[in-house]
């Protein structure tokens, strides 16, 4: 069906960012994914045609536009040419909430045009060795002493852990409080006793740089406290995972729709027992199947955005795109792997890298049985 989410200036937007992938991005990924690493400069270079902080104020260096379609080009095109080695849409879509919405008039000049430029790299560090998705059962803890807390943990599986310069921490201020005890600090790189792991090796995202962080007695400024008050991080964290999971979503159907369309294409071109394998009925029953699929979930997806422009997405509503896209997306791209054959298991062929980039989908940003969770409880049971 035909989309009309975006509006003359978002094509137009668009056509900037896919320009600067084909320069940029699209001949140097490959290294990238050897080197298990994006370099920094193409950070820079992203920042300089304005590729983030759409809704960082313009005093800082950004747009001052709060318009989610933004943040979906990005995605859209980064997913079309298989850059999954980018961290841009975790800056953007996970990362800008806090430093825009909870920081107060100093933080906001100390932090958002590096923010905006692409020379602060900002990271979310949540997940720990034994706390995943319960973030009630972190063990990171942070002491306040004077003007600063007193920060002591380690945390894993973080999205631009290596090169992040400001990592969102979540950490116990008051142990007893439960949800009530936790808050967010502003870790920067280079402080004393904050160390990075190493590089962690996953089956796919190989060019994403994944790691584990440590803190040892790291003294963080109480000036870095993300909010008015301690005890206030679990209930910002739960504000603007919505905004996560959809970002997900979106990354999700993009995935899918790039690798029906080669595949459809495939599907034209290679040939078995005479003719084309898009001629035989089971491979049109299955396009078929996944195409509708596809379609009805991308219009979904697209009503979500909307939703979250105009402020009325619920945690609900976030989930369902979640768990759904994401499943689809696992879904079509294994039928679409099977349509390959042989070649399919090549990682020559895009659909072999998009297969295994495409299996933590389900995990991050809440498991799907958690999403499921979520919906469940909805109902008042």
């Known amino acids: 069906m035909q989309r009309d989410l975006f509006e003359e200036e978002h094509q137009l937007f668009r056509e900037t960012v896919r320009e600067f992938l ?3 991005v699209a001949p140097h990924h490959d290294q ?29 260096g950004g747009a001052g536009i709060t318009d989610f379609r933004y943040n979906a080009v990005i995605v859209e095109e980064v997913i079309a040419i298989g850059a999954s080695g980018l961290g841009y849409s975790l800056h953007n879509d996970v990362m800008a909430p ?15 045009p590096g923010f905006t430029s692409g020379e602060l790299i ?20 942070a002491v306040r002493e004077g003007d600063h807390y007193v920060l002591n943990g380690q945390k894993t599986f973080i999205t631009n852990g290596i090169n992040s310069d400001l990592v969102v921490t979540v950490a116990k201020t008051d142990p007893a409080a439960g949800a ?7 870790v ?57 999971r959809l970002s997900i979503a979106v990354m999700a159907v993009a995935a899918a729709e790039t ?17 084309n394998i898009g001629s035989f009925q089971n491979t049109r029953f299955v396009l078929a199947e996944l195409d509708t699929e596809v379609d009805i979930a991308r219009l979904y997806v697209d009503r979500c955005i909307l939703a979250l422009n105009a402020g009325e997405l619920t945690a609900v509503d976030a989930a369902k795109a979640k768990w759904w896209t994401t499943e689809l997306q696992t ?20 659909v072999a890298k998009a297969w295994v980039d495409s299996r933590v989908q389900t995990i991050y940003g809440g498991t799907t049985e958690i999403m499921k969770e979520i919906i469940g409880r909805s109902f008042g049971f």
């Not at 825009?100 to 932090?111: F, G, I, P, S, Y």
């Open 22 to 24: 084909a320069r940029e």
């Open 32 to 60: 990238w994914e050897k080197d298990g690493i994006v370099p920094r400069e193409v950070w820079k270079k992203a920042g300089e045609i304005g590729m983030f902080g759409f809704g960082v104020p313009e005093e800082f």
């Open 98 to 112: 806090y430093f825009v919405d909870l920081t107060n008039d100093e933080q906001k000049a100390r932090w958002l």
């Open 122 to 141: 900002t990271a979310v560090a949540m997940s720990e060795p034994g706390a995943g998705s319960d973030l009630q059962g972190i063990r990171t803890t």
């Open 180 to 186: 009530r005890g936790i808050s967010l600090l502003v």
């Open 188 to 244: 920067e790189r280079g402080m004393e006793g904050f160390s990075r792991g190493r590089n962690l090796e996953k089956i796919g995202m190989h060019a994403q740089d994944t790691a584990e962080l440590f803190f040892d007695n790291v003294r963080v400024p109480a000036a870095n406290l993300l909010g008015p008050e301690e005890g206030q991080g679990f209930f910002q964290l739960m504000a603007n995972l919505p905004q996560e």
């Open 259 to 275: 690798v029906l369309r080669t595949t459809i294409e495939y599907c034209k071109s290679r040939t078995a027992f005479g003719r």
């Open 331 to 350: 879904k079509v791209i294994d039928r679409c792997l099977q349509l390959h054959g042989g070649y399919g298991y090549m990682m020559e062929y895009p």
